[in-house]
């Protein structure tokens, strides 16, 4: 029993481990990207600013959570699954008002950035690797992790196509993508939270 109980005990500080680092990367590149979605007037990079702030949400309510009932994971769960298709929501509006109202987003600026939020996700990918199959807060951590990098390949591209026809549609195009794969992801982990037993 005294080993059951240490094993339990160390899954659980490398959970925390885990997750201080991926909140701690996430909430400093929502700042960043944020910002520089601002400065280069760029959809697609406040959509993955967004995307960053929603995970950094997941992984504070992850980290409450470890160690505590199967009941408040599963209650963590579904909050960050909420929290994701509600911040999704919000992108999708800003790019509808950014459609009608116009934008003049920096490509080069865009696939800078784009590109160092790209290390910081796969950085997150390679430290949440090992918890992909466990809890479902642990569970939903990596879904948003990989969703990551789908979001930072996509403002990549969308840099590279703004800069290319001289349009600041593959911006909006990308932004709205993005904002579609973050209220995918948490549909997903709705549905994992519904088939989550509860013992």
């Known amino acids: 029993m005294a080993g059951c109980n240490c094993n339990e005990g160390l899954d659980d500080i490398e959970q925390r481990k885990a997750l201080v680092v991926l909140l701690l990367i996430n909430g400093f590149m929502f700042i960043a990207e944020f910002i520089a979605g601002l400065m280069a007037d760029s959809t697609a990079l406040i959509a993955d600013s967004m995307d960053m702030l929603a995970d950094a949400l997941v992984y504070s309510v992850s980290l409450y959570v470890v160690g505590k009932s199967i009941q408040a994971k599963i209650h963590a769960a579904k909050l960050s699954g909420i929290f994701q298709i509600l911040?999704?929501?919000?992108?999708?509006?800003?790019?509808?008002?950014?459609?009608?109202?116009?934008?003049?987003?920096?490509?080069?600026?865009?696939?800078?950035?784009g590109f160092v939020a790209l290390i910081a996700n796969v950085a997150c990918l390679f430290v949440i690797a090992k918890h992909r199959k466990g809890e479902i807060h642990m569970r939903a951590s990596w879904i948003f992790s990989k969703n990551d990098v789908i979001a930072n390949i996509g403002v990549i591209a969308a840099g590279v196509l703004v800069s290319f026809l001289v349009s600041p549609l593959p911006d909006l195009i990308i932004g709205l993508i993005i904002s579609i794969v973050v209220i995918s992801g948490g549909i997903s982990i709705l549905r994992d939270v519904r088939a989550e037993p509860l013992n």
């Open 87 to 113: 911040i999704g929501l919000g992108v999708a509006v800003d790019v509808v008002r950014r459609f009608i109202t116009g934008s003049s987003p920096e490509p080069m600026f865009m696939i800078m950035v």
